[in-house]
């Protein structure tokens, strides 16, 4: 069973940056795809950066220009550099992959934009 480990977070003021990481364990075959998702109370958790099995990177409209998302497929890591970060930022993030038609989920850390 794979699981994920996240790592970063935190609270930082509006403009500022933080970096999330990701490491999954108990990989047997290749990881397809692997991102991060956020989740705000009362709502739905929705993609904020992901990258395909083949490499390509998707980003949600808000945070393009100011999110990048890097994969290591050989380390099985993925991280999200989160840069000018916004008070509607704030969320709690976790980390996503999916293998052999699997989704897995990351336990989530905390960000939180103070104004």
């Known amino acids: 069973q794979v699981q994920l480990v996240e790592s970063g977070g935190g609270l930082v003021q509006s403009g500022g940056s933080l970096r999330l990481s990701c490491a999954a364990s108990g990989v047997i075959f290749r990881i397809d795809s692997m991102g991060w998702y956020r989740q705000v109370p009362g709502k739905e958790r929705d993609m904020v950066a992901i990258v395909s099995g083949s490499g390509e990177p998707d980003y949600s409209d808000s945070v393009k220009g100011r999110f990048a998302i890097s994969r290591d497929s050989a380390k099985d890591t993925v991280d999200l550099q989160m840069d000018n970060l916004k008070p509607e930022d704030t969320g709690v993030y976790s980390c996503?992959?999916?293998?052999?038609?699997?989704?897995?989920w990351g336990q989530g850390t905390q960000v939180t934009v103070s104004s």
């Open positions: 996503y992959a999916t293998h052999v038609g699997l989704s897995y």
